[in-house]
């Protein structure tokens, strides 16, 4: 065989590998899992605070919001959608669980029948005119985050409310255990994790809601009711905006009506960089508590580095662009 004639026939098959690879499900596990070691790596040689337990404990913390949003807006996200509206309902639903708890209920009943109210305005709101009106995501999610927002500004008078004297959402949002280095919120958030994580792994469900993000036409011909299929994961990011929300008072001490702006942001960025199509289908859970961490590890790396919260909104708009251009990049290496 010719020199030239063995290039051609190689060429065409390193071509293949290189694609196989820029697709292969564990390509942004890699890249991401490697960006973060060095990121680690730095932070380790540069600041000798970055590893103390009382460092690590305040990460883990804030960390678990956007953990517990994330593994959640995953399932919504491998349906080809995107809920725009869990900042708003966190905060509403911090708004409503203080009402309740400061007008009588304990916090037990205060927790559930908070959880109740925001899961049913996700699934029946949300859930419903997507799933099964067949409406737009990004219009439906805006549209009553903007409700949602208002509604939670309306009724506390656009004032926090003290909850420092709440212990349920103290140990949910504050509390540490083990010689106080491992916050409560963080084990709750790597559980829904876990859970969410089998559920689509292991479950007639979990292959439902990938069904449906892949080709909704062909999940309907083979039987898989796919309008209840995608109200049903915003009733499930609905309880876990609530959840989030009660974390938040616990952290802050007060629920905040302004709670959760932004936060939209953080965890679709974390969604996208874990590998999560855009277009639905494709993704893990495991993808998106990954980017979680490297987008909180990244945040306090930055503040250590004495740079301010106005420089992280910069840095994450710039990771979600990035995010999204890599999803495409993806999607035209398969398709080529």
Same mark, same amino acid.
């Given at each position: 065989?010719?020199?030239?004639?063995?290039?051609?026939?190689?060429?065409?098959?390193?071509?293949?590998?290189?694609?196989?690879? +820029?697709?292969?499900?564990?390509?942004?596990?890699?890249?991401? +899992?490697?960006?973060?070691?060095? =990121?680690?790596?730095?932070?380790?040689?540069?600041?000798p605070?970055?590893?103390?337990?009382?460092?690590?404990?305040?990460?883990?913390?804030?960390?678990?919001?956007?953990?517990l949003?994330?593994?959640?807006?995953?399932?919504?996200?491998l349906?080809?959608g995107?809920? $725009?509206?869990?900042?708003?309902?966190?905060g509403?639903? *911090?708004?409503?669980?203080?009402?309740?708890?400061? %007008? %009588?209920f304990?916090?037990?009943?205060?927790l559930?029948?908070?959880?109740?109210?925001?899961?049913?305005?996700?699934?029946?709101?949300?859930g419903?005119?997507?799933?099964?009106?067949?409406?737009?995501?990004?219009?439906?999610?805006?549209?009553?985050?903007?409700?949602? &927002?208002?509604?939670?500004?309306?009724?506390?008078?656009?004032?926090a409310?003290?909850?420092?004297?709440?212990?349920?959402?103290a140990?949910?949002g504050?509390?540490?255990?083990? *010689?106080?280095?491992?916050?409560?919120?963080?084990?709750?958030?790597?559980?829904?994790?876990?859970?969410?994580?089998?559920?689509?792994?292991?479950?007639?469900?979990?292959?439902?809601?990938?069904?449906?993000?892949?080709n &909704?036409?062909?999940?309907?011909?083979?039987?898989?009711?796919?309008?209840?299929?995608?109200? #049903?994961?915003?009733?499930?990011?609905g309880?876990?905006?609530?959840?989030?929300?009660?974390?938040m008072?616990?952290?802050?001490?007060? +629920?905040?009506?302004?709670?959760?702006?932004?936060?939209?942001l953080?965890?679709? #960025?974390?969604?996208?960089?874990?590998?999560?199509? =855009?277009?639905? *289908?494709?993704?893990?859970?495991?993808?998106?508590?990954?980017?979680?961490?490297?987008?909180?590890?990244?945040?306090?790396a930055?503040? $250590?580095?004495?740079?301010s919260?106005?420089?992280?909104?910069?840095?994450?708009?710039?990771?979600?662009l990035? +995010?999204?251009? =890599?999803?495409? =990049?993806?999607?035209?290496?398969?398709?080529?």
């Open positions: 065989m010719s020199i030239e004639t063995h290039a051609a026939v190689a060429a065409p098959a390193r071509e293949g590998r290189a694609r196989g690879w +820029a697709t292969s499900p564990v390509a942004p596990y890699v890249g991401l +899992a490697t960006v973060l070691v060095v =990121l680690v790596a730095f932070q380790l040689a540069t600041e605070t970055f590893s103390s337990w009382s460092n690590l404990t305040n990460l883990m913390r804030s960390m678990a919001v956007p953990l949003l994330a593994a959640a807006g995953t399932l919504v996200l349906t080809a995107v809920d $725009l509206s869990i900042g708003a309902l966190l509403l639903s *911090g708004i409503f669980y203080a009402k309740l708890a400061t %007008g %009588g304990s916090p037990l009943p205060a559930l029948l908070t959880l109740l109210a925001g899961g049913a305005i996700a699934f029946f709101v949300n419903y005119l997507i799933g099964r009106v067949g409406m737009s995501f990004f219009v439906v999610t805006l549209g009553t985050g903007s409700i949602l &927002r208002g509604a939670a500004y309306l009724w506390s008078d656009n004032t409310i003290d909850m420092s004297q709440n212990d349920l959402a140990t949910l504050n509390t540490a255990i083990l *010689g106080d280095k491992i916050p409560v919120g963080i084990l709750v958030a790597v559980g829904v994790a876990v859970l969410l994580w089998a559920i689509l792994r292991y479950t007639v469900y979990g292959r439902s809601i990938y069904a449906v993000g892949g &909704r036409e062909a999940a309907e011909l083979s039987g898989v009711p796919s309008g209840w299929v995608i109200a #049903s994961v915003y009733g499930i990011v309880l876990c905006a609530v959840l989030a929300g009660i974390m008072i616990g952290r802050q001490t007060i +629920a905040d009506p302004n709670a959760g702006v932004g936060i939209e953080t965890v679709a #960025s974390a969604i996208l960089l874990g590998g999560v199509a =855009l277009q639905g *289908g494709v993704g893990s859970i495991w993808g998106a508590v990954l980017g979680t961490v490297f987008l909180s590890v990244l945040a306090n930055l503040a $250590l580095h004495g740079l919260s106005n420089w992280q909104l910069v840095v994450t708009g710039v990771i979600l990035l +995010a999204v251009y =890599l999803d495409r =990049l993806r999607q035209r290496i398969g398709d080529g």
